[in-house]
């Protein structure tokens, strides 16, 4: 099992960016078919924002966040990124890393393994 710890997440202005980095260990990224972010915004569901297809490099984005937002992946440090532009105050929610064995994209429930979240706060 790979533990994930995200970082990164802080308070920002509108029309800002942050980097978020999710450092996985304990077992590497590379066994894990797909690494997503999602996002929970408070009394909201958890909703998917991006994955990475870890071997192919394909990525798949929500619309909301699509030419603002984007992931990649760093192999030799068993880390995936993201990197958040022209942030929006609704942008705001704890975001979360996950890791699919089963290929997984925009579904919760096909991610084994999650990190503990970051908050992200977009101010108006």
């Known amino acids: 099992q790979v533990q994930l710890v995200e970082s990164g997440g802080g308070l920002v202005q509108a029309g800002g960016s942050l980097r978020l980095s999710c450092a996985a260990s304990g077992r590497t990224v590379s066994n894990y078919a797909t690494m997503g972010w999602f996002r929970q915004a408070p009394g909201k569901e958890r909703e998917f924002v991006t994955a990475?297809?870890?071997?192919?490099?394909?990525?798949r984005y929500a619309d909301s966040v699509k030419g603002r937002f984007t992931i990649s992946r760093d192999n030799a440090k068993n880390t995936v990124y993201l990197q958040m532009n022209s942030l929006k105050p609704e942008d705001t929610a704890v975001y979360y890393c996950?890791?699919?064995?089963?290929?997984?994209?925009?579904?919760?429930?096909?991610?084994?393994?999650w990190g503990q979240g970051t908050q992200v706060t977009v101010s108006s």
């Open positions: 990475i297809w870890w071997g192919v490099g394909i990525t």
């Open positions: 996950a890791a699919s064995l089963v290929g997984g994209a925009y579904t919760p429930g096909t991610y084994g393994a």
